[in-house]
């Protein structure tokens, strides 16, 4: 079994999301979803998420793609849930191209390009026109 992780905060789902999941887990058979947890969100990336992380992990769960989700609670994890989930490939948006090649010393790294037009940012400002 092929096992494909990726990381996000996945506030306020939409499509550019779902292409993403979609892709990832057709390269392999299982796709673990580690999910930025509201302190790390707050803490570490200045995001003030929509939902709540139990809301986010409720959206993603009902999603075709996604087998298993996890918490992403800081930075420095990703070496480790590579190990302990038995992780072949790594998957994020070319938003993030390079930043985690320290990966390819533990499985393979791919950088998908994101879905273009489309960002939880782009959304709340479309809605507060
Ligand atoms: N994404 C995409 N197309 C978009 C928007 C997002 O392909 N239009 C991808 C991003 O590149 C990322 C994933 O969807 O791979 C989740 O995006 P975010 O929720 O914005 O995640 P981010 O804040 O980039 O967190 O440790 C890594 C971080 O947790 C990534």
Same mark, same amino acid.
């Given at each position: 079994?092929?096992?494909?992780i990726t990381y ?21 058979d299982?796709l673990? $979803?580690? @999910? ?7 803490n570490?990336?200045?995001k003030?998420?929509? =939902?709540?992380?139990? /809301?986010?992990?409720?959206l ?12 992403e ?8 849930? $590579?190990? @302990?989930?038995?992780v ?9 191209t390079?930043? =985690?090649?320290?990966? /390819? ?7 998908l390009?994101?879905?273009?037009e ?6 709340k400002?479309?809605?507060?026109q």
């Open positions: 079994m092929k096992r494909v996000g905060t996945f506030d306020l789902i939409h499509y550019g999301h779902i292409n993403l999941l979609k892709r990832a887990r057709e390269l392999g299982y673990i $979803v580690a @999910l930025s947890t509201d302190e790390f969100n707050w570490s990336k200045q003030k998420c929509y =939902f709540s992380y139990q /809301k986010r992990q409720q993603l769960e009902a999603i075709r793609y996604v087998d298993l989700v996890i918490p609670e800081c930075w420095e994890q990703k070496v480790n849930d $590579v190990q @302990l989930y038995h072949d490939t790594f998957v994020m948006g070319d938003d993030w390079g930043k =985690f090649d320290f990966l /390819k010393d533990y499985c393979q790294v791919v950088y390009p994101r879905t273009p489309i960002s939880t940012t782009q959304i400002e479309d809605l507060h």
